[in-house]
């Protein structure tokens, strides 16, 4: 009866698709007043390992990455950034929250002054004084 569905295993699906987005995306997201300019993301816990699909659906598998590009400091360690999302014949199979791993702490005042001085030097080896 059920010759025609293969078990999908969707979290490695998800996974896959995941760290391939993150090597050329990550980077991307900048975070504002940060002493980071930049987070790491990681996955939240999915509800599926596997799935059934019908043999003939397992090419029309699609999943969708959506994160934000900016975030304002400070940011909190797992929080949702974004979700993964993957379908099959408009129909949500599993979404699952992107956190952030890390938490990122806003600059204080102090940061900004060191900030100053150390691009200060840089400016002052670049441009000669007469």
């Known amino acids: 009866m059920y010759t025609n569905y293969e078990s999908v295993n969707i979290k490695e699906l998800i996974e896959e698709k995941f760290t391939t987005w993150k090597r050329?995306?990550?980077?991307?997201?900048?975070?504002n007043k940060g002493?980071?300019?930049?987070?790491?993301?990681?996955l939240?816990?999915?509800?599926?390992?596997?799935?059934?699909?019908?043999?003939e659906k397992i090419k029309d598998i699609r999943i969708e990455i959506h994160v934000v590009e900016y975030l304002e400091a400070p940011v909190k360690k797992d929080q949702v950034v974004g979700?993964?999302?993957?379908?099959?014949?408009?129909?949500?199979i599993e979404e699952i929250d992107i956190k952030v791993s890390?938490?990122?702490?806003?600059?204080?005042v102090f940061d900004y002054f060191w900030n100053f001085f150390l691009?200060?030097?840089i400016i002052?080896?670049?441009v000669k004084y007469e």
């Open 24 to 31: 050329d995306n990550e980077k991307k997201i900048s975070v």
């Open 83 to 92: 979700k993964i999302r993957l379908e099959l014949d408009n129909n949500v």
């Open 102 to 108: 890390e938490k990122v702490e806003k600059k204080n």
């Open 124 to 126: 002052k080896t670049v």
């Open 44 to 55: 939240g816990e999915g509800k599926h390992e596997k799935y059934p699909v019908k043999k």
């Open 35 to 42: 002493l980071t300019d930049t987070i790491n993301l990681k």
């Open 119 to 121: 691009n200060y030097d």
